[in-house]
């Protein structure tokens, strides 16, 4: 592949080979040359691109290069790109230009798949689009006088698996917590609905939090994913009050790595 601007990403669940000749190139995203102008003075040549590459293995003996473009007469060349192969085991031997940094993988996730949960409304009543969540701040809903328990949460996601059930808290000013487990998200992966029912102390203020954990798996489309060195195998999302989701990748040895 050969660019003279931007950037590629080429993410794998099993593995890359970058080439199997040394003077093939496997991968380019080099700036462009700049142009002639006239006799005193060209164009400066263009920047190169940036090129990651992800997979548990990594591979080849090709030529990976993002590199800058030569300029025109009495014209600078372009600065260099930048070049990074992430992988759990690289032998990758090709030659590069910049100098490659490298890494264990790191969670890939286009921005479509990022996924998210929300509390749309609580007992019918929609919440706000800047809802405050929080015992210090005047309450985001005020459910009607007569209101009785249990009470309706309706929960929205995105790019969660369908089926997946949400854990509903409810935390009060004072005394303990209640939980409830909502229905199986249902619609599309893009766009999904759950609903539960829980009860709340209804003479006090009480912050609600949602909470989704599903396994990350290659069927989902994100394959073997790392986070600091460790394989991923679940995703927690979290959602307070209408409040933006917060996501958490579960490592297999139990650790919990913010992205």
């Known amino acids: 592949m050969r660019g003279y601007w931007g950037a590629i990403v080429v993410a794998s669940s099993t593995s890359i080979a970058l080439g199997t000749s040394s003077g093939t190139v ?13 006799a005193n003075n060209g164009g400066g040549g263009g920047s190169g691109g940036a090129i990651r590459a992800i997979a548990p293995t990594i591979s080849g003996i090709g030529q990976v290069r993002a590199e800058g473009g030569n300029g025109g007469p009495f014209a600078g060349a372009g600065a260099s790109g930048r070049l990074r192969l992430e992988a759990t085991t690289l032998s990758y031997t090709g030659f590069t230009n910049p100098l490659a940094s490298q890494a264990f993988p790191q969670p ?15 007992g019918g009543i929609a919440a706000p689009a800047s809802p405050g969540g ?22 929205t996601a995105s790019n ?7 854990q509903v808290t409810a935390t009060p000013q004072s005394g303990s917590k209640t939980t409830a487990i909502s229905s199986g998200l249902a619609g599309t992966v893009a766009s999904s609905t759950a609903a539960a029912s829980i009860t709340l102390s209804l003479t006090q203020t009480n912050v609600l939090t949602a909470t989704a954990t599903f396994p990350l798996v290659a069927s989902a489309g994100a394959g073997p994913t790392y986070a600091e060195g460790e394989e991923v195998t679940h995703v927690r999302v979290a959602a307070v009050l209408g409040g933006t989701s917060r996501v958490t990748y579960l490592t297999r040895s139990g650790r919990e790595v913010a992205p």
């Open 26 to 38: 496997a991968i380019r995203a080099s700036g462009g040359i700049g142009g002639n102008g006239n």
């Open 134 to 155: 929080s015992f210090l701040a005047a309450p985001d809903i005020l459910l009607p006088t007569g209101t009785t328990n249990p009470v309706a949460v309706a929960l």
């Open 108 to 122: 890939v996730f286009p921005a479509a798949g990022q996924p998210s949960l929300t509390i749309a409304s609580i």
């Open 160 to 166: 969660i698996p369908l089926g997946t059930v949400i």
